[in-house]
């Protein structure tokens, strides 16, 4: 008997998912934030967000350096430009207030850890954020509901085989049609659409004008 492994994915974002918005004085720095989500995955199967910080005051004299897994890396690195060594993590400027946030530029499927590197100005918010993106997998099928227009489901891949993220490419680029109410479902032919030429590929999925969408991969 043949045997699939399909599993689904609805992409969901929340600027609060790990921590909300709470002041953070007092105590010993650098230290690791307390976070009100306390399970470290971001999304199932190895997809993941970029990790947004939100704070209440200017905190451009701070940083915060994230430790967890990046999506489509498997050499334990985070290849970034200023973080290409083994083990070094991503770190960010804290926000100075205009605007009132800072964006990972990778995405992570798990969160271990996140380090101030000091007393904040006010609140301090962590979440997810940004389109979804997808370990090497592949893309069996989507369901979407449509917009008030014409929209579009893409997906480029992108591999880390050079040391830092490299756009290598569209694989995926479907437009939907306008209804705010009118939904869609397609299976793709064959075995799908392989997210990843490489092993430390992934691809990261945008949507334009859709109400919804879900994903069916394997």
Known sequence: MEQTDIWSINPSTSATFFKTAAVV?????????????????????????QIIITSGG?????????????????????PSAAATTAGVPEVLTGPDGTPTTVTSAHYYSRIDSIVISGAAAGTVAV?????????????????????????????????????????QGNIL???????????????LPGQGILTGRQQNDYAVVTAAVLTDYTLFCG
């Not at 004085?25 to 967000?49: H, I, M, Q, S």
């Not at 069996?140 to 490299?166: D, E, M, P, Q």
Request: glycine share 16%; aromatic share 8%; net charge neutral.
């Open 127 to 167: 979440g997810t954020t940004g389109a979804l993106a997808l370990p090497r997998c592949r893309i069996k099928g989507f369901y979407i509901v449509g917009g008030g227009t014409a929209g579009s489901l893409k997906a480029n891949i992108w591999s880390f085989a050079t040391g830092s993220a490299v756009d």
């Open 58 to 78: 200017n905190d451009s004299g701070i940083t915060f350096t994230i430790n967890g897994a990046v999506v489509g890396e498997l050499n334990n690195k985070v």
């Open 25 to 49: 004085t007092g105590g010993v720095f650098p230290r690791a934030l307390t976070l009100t989500n306390t399970d470290p995955v971001v999304a199932k199967e190895g997809a993941g967000y």
């Open 173 to 187: 680029d479907i437009t939907t049609p306008a209804g705010a109410t009118l939904t869609q479902f397609l299976s």
